[in-house]
């Protein structure tokens, strides 16, 4: 069973937006940290940005900070990702992922598309 299924994902112009969302079906989303990440075509996967439980403590990576957002619901156990002035190096697949409190990054989802045409 499919527990994180994320949805968002398509197709936009450079400088565009898209927001992505991510729905976890567990029991234990509003303990659990939360993090998105993407594997561009022939890269390693890395990690984008990542929420505590409470959604007072988030983490970006440099590439994307001041333009994406992270935020989360936990009364609709959803994580989002707001993604303003797309760039061409931002197409990947991206990808929801679940850490238990105190653990790591161990439940994913089957990730998003995301392109950007320059």
């Known amino acids: 069973q499919v527990r994180l299924v994320e949805s968002g994902g398509g197709l936009v112009q450079a400088g565009g937006s898209l927001r992505l969302s991510c729905v976890d079906s567990?029991?234990?989303?509003?303990?659990?940290?939360m993090g998105w990440f993407r594997r561009a075509p022939g890269k390693e996967r890395e990690v984008v940005a990542a929420?505590?439980?409470?959604?007072?403590?988030?983490y970006y990576a440099n590439s994307v900070k001041g333009r994406f957002t992270i935020s989360r619901d936990n009364a609709k156990n959803t994580v989002y990702l707001q993604m303003n002035s797309l760039k061409p190096e931002d197409t990947a697949v991206y990808y929801c992922a679940s850490a238990a409190f105190g653990g790591s990054f161990d439940s994913w989802g089957q990730g998003t598309q995301v392109t950007v045409s320059s």
């Open positions: 567990g029991r234990t989303f509003s303990t659990s940290r």
């Open positions: 929420i505590n439980w409470s959604g007072e403590g988030t």
